[in-house]
Nanobody, 118 residues
């Protein structure tokens, strides 16, 4: 079993930046997608940014040009650089990894709260 641990959320003013990180407890084999989701109250879960199989990236339209996903394979860690933050970005952000290695798997972190408020 793999644990995903997020950190780096917090409170920031509109226009500010945060850089949450997601550290896996060990290397994950057979990953198809690894990235960040969020779910604001009353809304469906949204893919924010993710690496897909082959190394390409996907971003939600609402964060394109503001957020950037990156990774450090040596540390088994994925980062989400969040710039020009808006109040509507406020919610809990979850790290997720899914793929298959002898059998399908899906791992989730516990979430990190991001609050954008003046």
């Amino acid at each position: 079993q793999v644990q995903l641990v997020e950190s780096g959320g917090g409170l920031v003013q509109p226009g500010g930046s945060l850089r949450p990180s997601c550290a896996a407890s060990r290397i994950i084999f057979g990953v198809n997608v690894m990235g960040w989701y969020r779910r604001a109250p009353g809304l469906q879960r949204e893919l924010v940014a993710a690496f897909t199989n082959g190394g390409s990236t996907n971003y939600a339209d609402s964060v394109k040009g503001r957020f950037n996903i990156s990774r450090d394979d040596a540390k088994n860690t994925v980062y989400l650089q969040m710039n020009s933050l808006k109040p509507e970005d406020t919610t809990v952000y979850y790290c997720q990894a899914e793929g298959s290695w002898y059998r399908p798997y899906e791992y989730w972190g516990q979430g990190t709260q991001v609050t954008v408020s003046s």
